[in-house]
C-alpha cells in the first residue's frame, strides 16, 4: 500500500505565501516524477509545478516565478512553497508521485487525498 500525504492548505490572504508539504510511505522502490496539481470549482485538474529525482523543475506559467517546488528525495516528499498569492490560486492542491513499489514492476501515478488553499481578498 502506498499513501501520500499532503499538509499546509489553508486560508491566506492575497500577496501571502503557504507551503504546502506531502509525503509518500508504504512500499516504494523508486520514485521518477513529483508534482503538485490543483482544481478548481467547475475546473479541469491542472499541473502547478513538477520536479524529476534529479531536480529538473517545471512550472505553469501562472505561477513562475511565485511558486517554488522541492523535494527531498531521502524522505519521498516533495513540497511547494507559494509566494505572492492570488485569487485565482484558489483551488484544491493535490500532490503526485509516479512511482514503482518493486524493481521491474510497473511505475504508477499515485495522487494524495488533496488540500485545499483559499486565496481571500
Known amino acids: 500500500q502506498v499513501q501520500l500525504v499532503e499538509s499546509g492548505g489553508g486560508l491566506v490572504q492575497a500577496g501571502g505565501s503557504l507551503r504546502l508539504s506531502c509525503a509518500a510511505s508504504g512500499s516504494i522502490f523508486s520514485i521518477t516524477d513529483m508534482g503538485w496539481y490543483r482544481q478548481a470549482p467547475g475546473k479541469q485538474r491542472e499541473l502547478v509545478a513538477v520536479?524529476?529525482?534529479?531536480?529538473?523543475?517545471n512550472y505553469a506559467d501562472s505561477v513562475k516565478g511565485r511558486f517554488t517546488i522541492s523535494r527531498d528525495n531521502a524522505k519521498n516528499s516533495v513540497y511547494l512553497q507559494m509566494n505572492n498569492l492570488k485569487l485565482e490560486d484558489t483551488a484544491v492542491y493535490y500532490c503526485?508521485?509516479?512511482?514503482?513499489?518493486?524493481?521491474?514492476?510497473?511505475?504508477?501515478?499515485?495522487w494524495g487525498q488533496g488540500t485545499q488553499v483559499t486565496v481571500s481578498s
Open positions: 520536479i524529476t529525482s534529479g531536480g529538473s523543475t
Open positions: 503526485n508521485a509516479h512511482l514503482a513499489r518493486t524493481y521491474g514492476s510497473t511505475w504508477v501515478n499515485y
